[in-house]
């Protein structure tokens, strides 16, 4: 027995190790977050968390991209530029231009697709959409088309002509093609954009994605397919709408992110949420597979994607709880918030060179297009398009865009007045 | 042996079960984060987090107080309105006020104190404060006092007066006493103010916390105290400065939240960081103990704070990573992030009417008063006091504030600017 007795007490010996550095593994982990003895925090910022106990705020400094703000390199104010060489009909509400792709650079020159809408009279609304007709659009991205300009400097531009018709009824479209990106893949140029069949507003805004490709930027531009990002099933959140492409080239995929208002009808429409889901093809006309883990952004509105570091970053305008962010994921599915910015670009399109370039090592953005819906005077309603320039790169430091606060004048808040919330009940 | 070998040998057995129950929760935690089988977000709103693997993004939209943010009782848009009854000789800068307390109501009268200035001439500036005289200011804040104002409505206020004036010199705050909070405990009224012994920007923002106390909000006030509480050790982060003292009556004890700004000087002023800290007493002129685990907010410039259910909540401002949010400590002390905000109030002053009742059901705030620091023309640097309303109370629900989006005009965004980033390099 004596043999055997040994044995066993070797192993007994052997998981009472075990069990012991488990546990110490446990302490260890315990005791590091409990208070020690007090230690004040530095006059002096620290560059690493320090090793003794902090406030819950002071622990979360350390986790942002650097404890102070204006070291973190995916904060940035931004500052907006009117384009010069666009007519907008002196603001009636005829012309419209909104939804801007990315701009791309083919040899020294910049490429821009865009929405534009040039109608007899503006958009009756989406309440109306009833009224509409051929020649009278519900929506402003109603009866619209997908043009695109050509630029030496991003500030001046050329409009160029039309990239994407309405196509013939009843082909998908033949309402509305609108709300365009783009994609290069492969030496070839894919629009992706979406396709209405009726007045948006008369069921929502039900318009499938479609795709057109060419040999270059300037067209011409073959159909490639309708409805290639599918709805999901049924009581799925993403079952109405596949909405905003967003084609990003990542793991030597077709990574496109897409947004979908859900939670919405038959409910009141004020109820509605915002997601945002990822759908990945190894060929730009599909078929795409969605992301088990959709939505992978649940905050946001039309949302911004550019590669940055190892993975995808991205600029969360309005909607959710996490409005008006920049946030990042490593795995371009798991974002976590890296900064909480103002004056957020409206349907942004960075000029993002390594978007289709495959990258691991994404450098981020400094400048875009962008676009304001309620540019119309006298209640005419219209959009324009404008660029924006911002610190959102690892290759560019200016501490201009880097201050923590915005000044505008008291006007700019009185402009939020409280207007017919001004009666409100004693005691409020 | 056998006796032993047995008992051996059921000790083994009992180490082995709680190693196996130790690595069985090991495995359990693990499984609780890899994805099972595919289940499809909901197109419904869920009311609680779903029991299937998520994203990050769709993780954290059930930790914040509700999935959506339209329902999330602190989050709030910020209206704003002009006041009535004040004065500024037409905006040429001889006329400040700024730094408003929360109005407080006393029978059915609001009462509000603030920062005021009547100079001879606008302000030369922090970097000339050599040149200042005894008529000459250097900031908007040297040789002011604290004044107070009456209102009905908490829109239309009738100035009374001052409420505390600068001391005989050498008597601290002879050269400026600003920046007031006002708290009330026991019956007794205290009011918190900076004290100035010299030109603002001589030396940096060097200004204790003084007290004063009166037995009506309409005075006579009685010097209670100076530099109440105390800088922190040489190289402590609020070893420089104890800014906008900021009471609250919690846990019985008065809770006196305070600003720092550190990692200063002697480097750039433009490293700054800004802390926030707590210094707890029993007895409004002290002594104040300070939390060990200061600074409790990292983000924020002037900071607001109110009761809310069981704790404290807070409204950040400028500065930090996270800038612009409101947040919440069950316990006053480690606080996080429950929305993203816009447009905040800048050194907001709410009515709180539970901010010295020392309650444990804290019910929020809906209006109060707050200041702009760039309201003068023609160079005339000067400050206004205007009121904000928001719904960031578990009593009042009003939708107009619970929008996830502000619309500004284009002017609005195109006021910020390029300027002279414009030139940029190539290739940016």
Same mark, same amino acid.
């Given at each position: 027995?004596?043999?055997?007795?040994?044995?066993?007490?070797?192993?007994?010996?052997?998981?009472?190790?075990?069990?012991?550095?488990?546990?110490?593994?446990?302490?260890?982990?315990?005791?590091?977050?409990?208070?020690?003895?007090?230690? #004040?925090?530095?006059?002096?910022?620290?560059?690493?968390?320090?090793?003794?106990?902090?406030? #819950?705020?002071?622990?979360?400094?350390?986790?942002?991209? #650097?404890?102070?703000?204006?070291?973190?390199?995916?904060?940035?104010?931004?500052?907006?530029?009117?384009?010069?060489?666009?007519?907008?009909?002196?603001?009636?509400?005829?012309?419209?231009?909104?939804?801007?792709?990315?701009?791309?650079?083919?040899?020294?020159?910049?490429?821009?697709?865009?929405?534009?809408?040039?109608?007899?009279?503006?958009?009756?609304?989406?309440?109306?959409?009833?009224?509409?007709?051929?020649?009278?659009?519900?929506?402003?991205?109603?009866?619209?088309?997908?043009?695109?300009?050509?630029?030496?400097?991003?500030?001046?531009?050329?409009?160029?002509?039309?990239?994407?018709?309405?196509?013939?009824?009843?082909?998908?479209?033949?309402?509305?093609?609108?709300?365009?990106?783009?994609?290069?893949?492969?030496?070839?140029?894919?629009?992706?954009?979406?396709?209405?069949?009726?007045?948006?507003?008369?069921?929502?805004?039900?318009?499938?994605?479609?795709?057109?490709?060419?040999?270059?930027?300037?067209?011409?531009?073959?159909?490639?397919?309708?409805?290639?990002?599918?709805?999901?099933?049924?009581?799925?959140?993403?079952?109405?709408?596949?909405?905003?492409?967003?084609?990003?080239?990542?793991?030597?995929?077709?990574?496109?992110?897409?947004?979908?208002?859900?939670?919405?009808?038959?409910?009141?429409?004020?109820?509605?949420?915002?997601?945002?889901?990822?759908?990945?093809?190894?060929?730009?006309?599909?078929?795409?597979?969605?992301?088990?883990?959709?939505?992978?952004?649940?905050?946001?509105?039309?949302?911004?994607?550019?590669?940055?570091?190892?993975?995808?970053?991205?600029?969360?305008?309005?909607?959710?709880?996490?409005?008006?962010?920049?946030?990042?994921?490593?795995?371009?599915?798991?974002?976590?918030?890296?900064?909480?910015?103002?004056?957020?670009?409206?349907? #942004?399109?960075?000029?993002?060179?390594?978007?289709?370039?495959?990258?691991?090592?994404?450098?981020?953005?400094?400048?875009?297009?962008?676009?304001?819906?309620?540019?119309?005077?006298?209640?005419?309603?219209?959009?324009?398009?404008?660029?924006?320039?911002?610190?959102?790169?690892?290759?560019?430091?200016?501490?201009?865009?880097?201050?923590?606060?915005?000044?505008?004048?008291?006007?700019?808040?009185?402009?939020?007045?409280?207007?017919?919330?001004?009666?409100?009940?004693?005691?409020?």
């Amino acid at each position: 027995m004596k043999s055997i007795f040994n044995i066993e007490k070797i192993i007994l010996l052997l998981f009472l190790s075990v069990l012991g550095i488990a546990c110490q593994k446990e302490i260890d982990k315990k005791e590091a977050h409990q208070p020690k003895e007090h230690q #004040a925090f530095p006059y002096k910022m620290p560059t690493e968390k320090p090793n003794f106990p902090l406030s #819950a705020s002071a622990e979360r400094m350390f986790d942002y991209p #650097a404890p102070r703000v204006q070291d973190n390199e995916l904060f940035s104010q931004f500052k907006y530029t009117r384009l010069k060489g666009f007519d907008y009909n002196n603001g009636d509400g005829t012309i419209t231009r909104r939804d801007p792709t990315r701009p791309i650079k083919v040899g020294d020159t910049y490429y821009l697709w865009y929405t534009k809408r040039h109608t007899k009279v503006p958009p009756i609304g989406w309440n109306n959409a009833a009224k509409a007709t051929d020649e009278i659009p519900s929506t402003d991205w109603d009866l619209a088309e997908v043009w695109y300009a050509t630029s030496k400097d991003g500030f001046t531009w050329e409009e160029k002509g039309v990239a994407i018709k309405r196509p013939e009824k009843p082909k998908s479209g033949w309402r509305s093609v609108c709300t365009p990106e783009i994609l290069v893949w492969k030496g070839k140029y894919y629009l992706y954009y979406q396709a209405f069949d009726e007045p948006s507003g008369l069921k929502g805004d039900l318009c499938p994605v479609s795709i057109s490709y060419a040999e270059s930027p300037e067209g011409p531009w073959i159909h490639g397919g309708d409805a290639v990002i599918p709805f999901g099933k049924e009581g799925e959140w993403d079952h109405k709408a596949t909405h905003d492409p967003y084609p990003i080239v990542h793991n030597g995929k077709i990574y496109v992110y897409y947004k979908s208002a859900y939670n919405k009808w038959p409910d009141n429409r004020k109820n509605y949420a915002v997601g945002h889901g990822l759908a990945i093809a190894e060929d730009p006309l599909g078929p795409y597979t969605k992301h088990p883990l959709n939505p992978v952004m649940t905050s946001g509105h039309e949302t911004t994607y550019f590669p940055y570091k190892e993975g995808i970053a991205a600029i969360i305008y309005k909607d959710g709880n996490e409005r008006e962010t920049v946030q990042y994921a490593p795995d371009g599915v798991n974002f976590k918030v890296m900064s909480k910015i103002s004056l957020v670009p409206i349907a #942004a399109g960075p000029y993002t060179p390594d978007a289709f370039t495959n990258t691991k090592d994404g450098r981020g953005i400094t400048w875009g297009i962008s676009h304001f819906i309620n540019a119309g005077k006298n209640g005419g309603r219209h959009s324009i398009i404008a660029r924006f320039d911002c610190d959102l790169s690892l290759d560019y430091n200016e501490p201009g865009f880097k201050q923590s606060g915005v000044w505008h004048k008291p006007a700019v808040y009185f402009a939020q007045g409280l207007g017919k919330l001004r009666s409100h009940p004693e005691g409020r």
